[in-house]
């Protein structure tokens, strides 16, 4: 089977595509490789997948739409899984532009590719963001999304309705997942344990925001992976128990349309300093902080219910943050020896 993956050469993309390489399935792998984050680090994501003979490259903008066109025309992909986004919280407060050609013009192309080439499920990444000023935890899918808190927060939003409106004209099957605080081995350098790492061993203070008083549903990236995988074999249809007539009708699913979302992260929120003190152990050093107040855009704790992921594909997240933790240093010693 040929599967479309966008955001190949990312941290999820690359793992995705993998998985899916090595139990034998065709991947057309698409991606600008731009320079938000160091582009020799995408590149040894990519080798990595170019070893297979059935990856396909296509270095190509989602937000451009001829050029997207092509790519399914000449690989008419049965399943696709859009990881390409703008991401991170802070950069969407200084470069929006670009989270609106990405999440939006991007997005857009790609419900319209897949309508047209009639794709048989669709698996797109929306973000734990979308919760937004929510405080009730742990976070379910049919809690309200309408108060975002960032405007990346606000795309990936979006990109829900967008993929709705498509569900219920087009009968086009999607599924979003909510993705929590994702961690581990080839991670991006913009994400906090990464930046603590390097700063650690680098004997730099590291910047710890809402002077550490922050909770994350930290969860590793092949728990994260299992989850994709197992949604894309299971195409998205209507919830026959989805309720139109009352006040507020579930967000994260439909009657009318081969449509849902679900959380996906690991159920179990960890405190940043407790995190801290995890990789300072793995590191065999001490880290000096500096403790600094809330970014703008950013929420003072995360917690996903993955029950509905569970009863729907099995979904059971296993790595704990020591082991995930230790298997990143690992990696980044190797990495970057």
Known sequence: MTILVTGSAGFIGSHAALRLLERGETVVGVDIVNDYYDVSLKEARLDRLRAHDTYIEARIDIADTAALQKVFADHAPKRVINLAAQAGVRYSVENPAAYVASNLVGFANILECSRQAGVEHLVYASTSSVYGANSAMPFTEADGVGHPMSLYAATKRANEVMAHSYSHLFKLPTTGLRFFTVYGPWGRPDMALFKFTK???????????NNGDMQRDFTYIDDIVEGVIRL?????????????????????????????????????????????RTLESKLGRTARLNLMPMQAGDVSATFADTSALEKAVGYAPATTVDEGVGRFVDWYLQYYR
């Open 199 to 209: 700063a650690i061993l680098e004997d730099r203070p590291i910047d710890v925001y």
């Open 232 to 276: 894309l074999d299971h195409p998205a249809t209507p919830d026959p128990d989805w309720r139109p007539d009352v006040r507020h009708p579930d967000p994260g699913a439909s009657g009318i349309a081969p449509f849902r979302v679900y959380n996906i992260g690991r159920g179990k929120p960890v405190q940043l300093m407790e995190y801290v």
